[in-house]
């Protein structure tokens, strides 16, 4: 059987990508299902070895037609020169903005190129992108909308127990109201259950989130409940799919977590990730909807604060490399 290639973006230079992504590859067992790889700096990684004291060989590559996967060895590909003399770990950095968005912009042409069939992403750091001049890139998401032409795109985060897809992510809360409509909550309900049943999940189940307190109080503390979310509901249900709610906020990430629903659809960034971090932050996870292949990872930040001092926990990058397999694989549950 040929193992599907999975590269796996290193993020921001000086942050904890390369740091998590030595400790991930040490173990062999993420050999056994996939041939993954990294697109980075190989100075950077050999600095993270070094600081960790993980025992892994680093070899350069120039394509992904290179690769000879095996346990104990981290093959990189390494689009642009990076000069890690002059890293400052944990500080924004432009030099590392680049190199960031250099990474994963790689990785998504070699994906649209079929020489590579998934990316599990590394953390960027967005201040750093936006000095590296690319102002109009909010994040990974932003980037794959650029490059894939991509109309409709969503964020689905998941842990154990728990999936919440998310109407929006990057706006101001103000933002973020404005854009809880009936149509786009029904499109993102399309695009949500579609994707649920691509990647393994039979006849998705999917709660929606309430917008205000107690879901409105019939209509005294918001009339969104009213007028936008319950008839979004009632059009998804009408095209067959099988969507409830609304349910408050207070109370449906709880009934999801104990297995009623198969996904949650939170109203604006805070609502969906709060729950999902409270949950089980150590192994939640990123996916992308709405682009035609698979993009999975880690559901944190690139962690300055603790950068370069070996404490940043691998084990997000193990789930995203795990479920980028079984989403291919039309296997997630």
């Not at 039979?202 to 989130?209: D, G, H, L, R, T």
């Amino acid at each position: 059987m040929v193992k599907p290639r999975l590269a796996v973006t290193m993020g921001d230079p000086a942050g904890v990508g390369a740091e998590i992504t030595v400790k991930t590859f040490a173990d062999p067992a993420i050999f056994e299902r996939a041939a993954p790889f990294v697109i980075g700096s190989p100075a950077c990684l050999r600095i993270a070895r070094a600081q960790t004291g993980v025992s892994v060989d680093i070899e350069l590559i120039e394509s992904p037609d290179e690769l000879t996967p095996r346990a104990g060895v981290i093959q990189v590909l390494e689009p642009v020169a990076f000069d890690a003399s002059t890293l400052q770990v944990g500080a924004v950095a432009a030099a590392c903005g680049h190199a960031a968005v250099q990474y994963f912009e790689t990785a998504v042409r070699l994906c649209q190129e079929d020489q590579v069939q998934g990316v599990v992403t590394c953390p960027i750091n967005k201040e750093a992108v936006h000095a590296a001049g690319y102002h109009g890139d909010i994040g990974h998401q932003e980037i794959l909308a650029r490059m894939t032409g991509a109309t409709l795109t969503a964020t689905m985060l998941m842990t154990t127990g728990l999936r919440v897809a998310h109407l929006s992510t990057h706006k101001s809360l103000a933002e973020a109201v404005s854009y809880v409509r009936k149509p786009v909550l029904l499109e993102k309900l399309r695009l949500t259950v579609g994707c649920l049943e691509r990647w393994g999940i039979e006849s998705p189940k999917v709660a929606v989130a309430a917008l205000n307190p107690h879901g409105g109080e019939g209509g005294m503390l918001g009339r969104e409940e009213i007028e936008e979310i319950a008839p979004a509901v009632e059009a998804a249900r009408a095209a067959g799919m099988d969507v409830v709610g609304p349910y408050p906020a207070d109370s449906i990430f709880y009934r999801a977590a104990n297995g009623e629903f198969d996904a949650v659809m939170a109203l604006y960034h805070d609502q969906g990730h709060i729950a999902i971090k409270m949950h089980n932050f150590a192994d939640s996870i990123t996916a992308t909807m709405g682009i035609p292949f698979v993009r999975t990872s880690v559901d944190h930040g690139t962690a300055f604060d603790i950068a370069g001092r070996n404490l940043a926990d691998p084990s997000g990058l193990a789930r995203a490399l795990d479920a980028a397999i079984d989403m291919m694989n039309g296997s997630l549950r």
